[in-house]
């Protein structure tokens, strides 16, 4: 028997996953294993409404509905074992992988494990700062400030309170832009002065969303702007205290809370020396997504260094991972009916959306580019479309009204 397992099922993975099932289904001498820590699929672009909703509003328990999927509703009826479970390490040579308690053989193997944040080594920016990669992330942040505003507010003097994002990225500015609506909803709950309150994104390049259209960098510079945030370009961290960071030029910042969200780190499975990783961690791939090194192993995503047409890496999106990981799963299939060897892969043009604040956000789609509320229905659209794919048109648009009813409070 064929056994094909997959670490990891997020985005590329779970759709490795479910394109290969649809492949060999009737095939009874090939089995596929699905392996993840966490017993869900974790819907993560919508982390940052969780991060940024008021516990009045909505509770715990919706908010976890709102961006979790659980791994037996989706993979219900199809052939596909699901093993929860972490990777600790790969055993190439027997061809084993070694989750906690247990071993897993394997004949094929897709890592698709994703990252996680990074902190480019600057003292005191894990310990302080938070992250927004995971469930527990987003409820971290949405306590603290809400700890924040309830802490001061019996205060006689009302203190300035400070929050910075650090990292203009896309979900920099996402929380950035929900931020301000929970700022202005906990000043009101807790009768603070909006005027001592202040948003700061504080970005090390010179542009917003640097790698992407300067026309898009400049529309989100501005709608942050309209709705209050300032944005402090060029202003590389390095140091982070429990009170303030430290930027290179010396400059001190205080703050009150500190989200952190300034790039990621892959997180690649320990194979002692036969993986090749670059600076980031990330797996060297070939053109078929095969990662050098290692007989019958595939990688992509976040945790893998994959190239595009131009040479250029790929940058890193949900769109991109789904893509990559339906390619591995067609290649997959003349690997093991042994025909002839599939054409390399070749990343697409994707189109890009940010979401800023209320029903306001910007798509870019090369020459397709829209602002606004048009783009907020479109992107809204896009979530539709995934959910379909994972669960059916009934279920998929029950979720998404639910997410917008969730979602709404937060205007």
């Not at 003292?123 to 990669?133: E, F, H, I, P, V």
């Not at 807790?190 to 202040?198: A, F, H, L, N």
Request: net charge positive; glycine share 10%.
């Amino acid at each position: 028997m064929t056994k094909i397992v997959i670490i990891g099922g997020g985005f590329g993975g779970l759709k490795a996953a479910l394109d290969l099932e649809k492949q060999f289904k009737k095939d009874s001498n090939t089995q596929i294993y699905l392996v993840d820590k966490r017993e869900y699929h974790l819907f993560s672009p919508n982390l940052f409404e969780v991060a940024t909703s008021d516990e009045e509003l909505v509770s715990v328990k919706q908010m976890k509905r709102s961006v979790v999927l659980p791994f037996s509703e989706i993979l219900k009826g199809k052939q596909i074992k699901f093993v929860q479970g972490e990777c600790l390490s790969i055993d190439s040579a027997r061809k084993k992988v070694n989750l906690v308690g247990r071993f897993l053989d394997y004949d094929f193997l897709i890592m698709a494990s994703g990252a996680e944040s990074e902190y480019y080594g600057i003292l005191g920016a894990k310990k302080y700062g938070m992250a927004l990669k995971t469930l527990p992330d987003a409820f971290r942040i949405r306590n603290r400030i809400e700890f924040i505003f309830g802490s001061h507010s019996l205060d006689f003097t009302k203190k300035n309170l400070h929050f910075i994002v650090a990292g203009g990225g896309y979900t920099g500015l996402e929380i950035a832009g929900r931020l301000k609506s929970l700022t202005d909803f906990l000043a009101w709950k807790y009768q603070y002065p909006r005027q001592k309150i202040e948003i700061v994104v504080v970005e090390a390049a010179s542009k917003l969303v640097e790698g992407f259209d300067d026309r898009l960098s400049f529309d989100a510079y501005n709608r942050l702007q309209e709705l209050g945030v300032h944005i402090r370009l060029s202003s590389r961290i390095s140091g982070v205290d429990q009170n303030f960071i430290e930027l290179m030029s010396g400059e001190k910042i205080v703050y009150d809370a500190l989200i952190w969200t300034t790039g990621i780190k892959a997180t690649a499975p320990n194979c002692g020396n036969q993986l090749m990783l670059n600076r980031q961690c990330k797996i060297h791939v070939n053109e078929f997504l095969h990662a050098q090194g290692l007989e019958n192993v595939f990688a992509f995503g976040d945790v893998a260094n994959v190239s595009g047409s131009d040479g250029k890496p790929v940058p890193g999106s949900v769109q991109e991972a789904i893509n990559q990981g339906k390619y591995v799963a067609w290649a997959m299939s003349y690997y093991i009916k042994n025909k002839r060897p599939p054409v390399p892969y070749k990343n697409k043009q994707l189109g890009f959306i940010v979401f800023l604040g209320g029903k306001w956000a910007i798509l870019d789609f090369g020459n397709f580019y829209i602002k606004g509320f048009m783009a907020y229905v479109v992107g809204k659209l896009a979530h539709l479309r995934y959910y379909v794919s994972l669960v059916g048109w009934f279920k998929a648009l029950k979720y998404i009204v639910f997410q917008s009813k969730m979602y709404s409070r937060n205007d």
